[in-house]
């Protein structure tokens, strides 16, 4: 998800088509790659090999190795949390929280972010060329979980000697990560802050993107997901898929603040299907700037890998058993705007971190500007994660 602001034009179709296979396969920044011998083994069975991994970092790891941080990035982020977008041209999606002096202090820590497995920025996916054929992936490339992005960015860690986090955070998706994190390595979580997410999806999150998934299959375009062999694209069904998805990362005071019932051009309608609301506008400029920069296959392997999320099912259908024993401190944040996922999931978090014995700080932030708001610029949440690091830091010795 990013910035609602978002005001970039859009590229003609031939650009978009040229664009994406060179990110999948031979992205901007660094890669690590994963041979034969190193396989990703899945939650579907299958044992991905070879693979790589996109990633960025910044700052600087000290000698004893301490003050590493992952971030997680959330469905249609990437590993560029602070340096340009190597398509848009936009600066990172996480700037206002990452930097010099901020909260997550890069003169202080090292931070480093992946682009997960199954997406279309440099790990490999779907748009990633599949050894056995010589083509893209496309359909054929195994289900992704959350436990499986989880896994290689843990092999990425290893890759880069790094033993264990000094914090794990992400947003939404990223939340998703950080929750599958604390509970799948414990050992290797000092800290870890989920923010704006949930520890399972919702059956109302899971319809929302069958919608979006039914868009971009109903485009001719998408040739049963072997578009980029046939030199097509599905972006119209991709814009579409963006356009209802973009409504549930804000909140209707938010639109109503921004937009309300304006017109587009004038002060009234043209009798037509134009777009004659501003919101009408900038939602069609929200499905269109998208398509620039992301895969219509990894759209549909991201979101069913978010459904598939549920923790508590994966732990005898107790939460609390997620985090059995976890000596990892926990920064819970919600907004009180966000319906996508709403507060009462992340109480059921910290009840199940309680239950745990875990140590557990929990912040719901006053915003109106709905689910998005953790990529805003929101001074509680700046305020809440620069006092829970800071004292993370101070008890780790940094």
């Known amino acids: 998800m990013d910035n609602p602001l978002d005001t970039a034009a859009s590229a003609t179709e031939p650009e978009i088509r040229s664009r994406e296979p060179s990110q999948a396969r031979d992205p901007a ?107 893209a992936y496309g359909l054929d490339f195994p289900l992704v979980t959350i436990r499986d992005m989880v896994r290689a960015q843990a092999m990425l860690l290893d890759h880069l000697g790094i ?69 097509t694209r599905p972006s119209k069904g991709l814009g579409v898929a963006r356009m209802g998805a973009h409504i549930t990362y804000l909140s209707e005071p938010a639109l109503h603040r921004k937009f309300g019932r304006r017109f587009q051009g004038g002060s009234a309608p043209t009798f037509s299907f134009n777009a004659d609301f501003q919101i009408e506008s900038y939602l069609r400029h929200q499905g269109l700037s998208f398509v620039e920069r992301f895969d219509a296959n990894a759209y549909l392997y991201l979101t069913r890998a978010m459904d598939y999320f549920d923790l508590a099912a994966d732990h005898g259908g107790v939460l609390a058993n997620a985090f059995k024993g976890t000596k990892t401190r ?13 507060t009462a999931d992340s109480r059921a978090i910290v009840h199940a971190l309680n239950a745990a014995s875990a140590p557990v700080a929990f912040v719901e932030v006053e915003s109106d500007k709905g689910h998005d708001a953790f990529l805003l610029d929101e001074p509680t949440l700046f305020s809440a994660a620069r006092g829970f690091i800071d004292a993370a830091a101070r008890a780790r010795g940094l």
């Not at 992946?114 to 056995?132: E, F, K, L």
């Not at 599958?180 to 290797?188: F, H, K, M, T, V």
């Open 330 to 342: 926990f920064c819970v944040i919600s907004f009180t705007s966000d319906w996508l996922f709403p």
């Open 29 to 135: 920044g660094l890669v690590a790659r994963f041979e034969a011998g190193q396989p990703l083994t899945m939650d579907s069975g299958a044992a991905l090999a070879p693979f790589q991994v996109a990633y960025q970092t910044a700052g600087t790891l000290n000698a004893a190795r301490t003050n590493a941080v992952l971030i997680c990035h959330a469905l249609t982020g990437d590993q560029h949390f602070a340096h340009p977008h190597p398509v848009t041209g936009k600066p990172g999606w996480w700037t206002t929280l990452v930097g010099s002096g901020k909260p997550i202090d890069t003169d202080r820590y090292f931070v480093v972010c992946s682009n997960v497995i199954g997406s279309c920025m440099g790990s490999t996916g779907p748009a990633s060329i599949d050894p056995a054929t010589g083509s």
């Open 163 to 231: 033993a264990d986090l000094f914090l794990c955070i992400g947003g939404s998706m990223g939340g998703m990560q950080v929750l599958q994190w604390a509970s799948l390595y414990p050992e290797r979580v000092f800290a870890a802050m989920p923010i704006a997410t949930g520890a399972r999806h919702s059956a109302q999150n899971i319809a929302f993107h069958e919608v979006g998934r039914q868009a971009i299959m109903a485009d001719p375009a998408w040739a049963d997901g072997r578009y980029l062999e046939a030199g």
